[in-house]
C-alpha cells in the first residue's frame, strides 16, 4: 500500500510560478515510479510528466516540456513538480500518482495507475 498526499496548490497569477509537492509513503513506497496527472474541469485526467524511481530519468507531456520540472528526493521520499510561467489553461486539478510500471505513467494510462493521491487545485488567473 503506497500514500500519496499532495500539496501546495493554490491560486497565481498568469506568469507566475508555484511548486507542488507530493510526499509518499508505504512500506514499498520505494518500488514505485512517481509522476503527475492533471484534470481540468469538464476535461478528462492528463499525463503532466514523470521520474523513474531507479534511475532518475524523467519524461513529460510535450505540451509543457520547458515550463515544468520534476524531480524526486528520494531520502525524503517526496516528489516535487515546479511549474513555471504558468498560464491559465494550466488551472486544473493535479494528481500525484504512483505505479510499479513507469510506462503506465510516461504513456497517460490513468487507468492503469496504482495509486493516487487525492489532488491540489492550481488556478491560474490571467
Known amino acids: 500500500q503506497v500514500q500519496l498526499v499532495e500539496s501546495g496548490g493554490g491560486l497565481v497569477q498568469a506568469g507566475g510560478s508555484l511548486r507542488l509537492s507530493c510526499a509518499a509513503s508505504?512500506?514499498?513506497?520505494?518500488?514505485?515510479?512517481l509522476g503527475w496527472f492533471r484534470q481540468a474541469p469538464g476535461k478528462e485526467r492528463e499525463f503532466v510528466a514523470a521520474?523513474?524511481?531507479?534511475?532518475?530519468?524523467?519524461y513529460y507531456a510535450d505540451s509543457l516540456k520547458g515550463r515544468f520540472t520534476i524531480s524526486r528526493d528520494n531520502a525524503k521520499n517526496t516528489m516535487y513538480l515546479q511549474m513555471n510561467s504558468l498560464k491559465p489553461e494550466d488551472t486544473a486539478v493535479y494528481y500525484c500518482?504512483?505505479?510499479?510500471?513507469?510506462?503506465?505513467?510516461?504513456?497517460?494510462?490513468?487507468?492503469?495507475?496504482?495509486?493516487w493521491g487525492k489532488g491540489t487545485l492550481v488556478t491560474v488567473s490571467s
Open positions: 508505504g512500506r514499498t513506497v520505494d518500488n514505485y515510479d
Open positions: 500518482a504512483a505505479d510499479w510500471f513507469y510506462s503506465h505513467l510516461v504513456e497517460g494510462r490513468a487507468g492503469a495507475v496504482d495509486y
Open positions: 521520474i523513474s524511481t531507479s534511475t532518475g530519468s524523467t
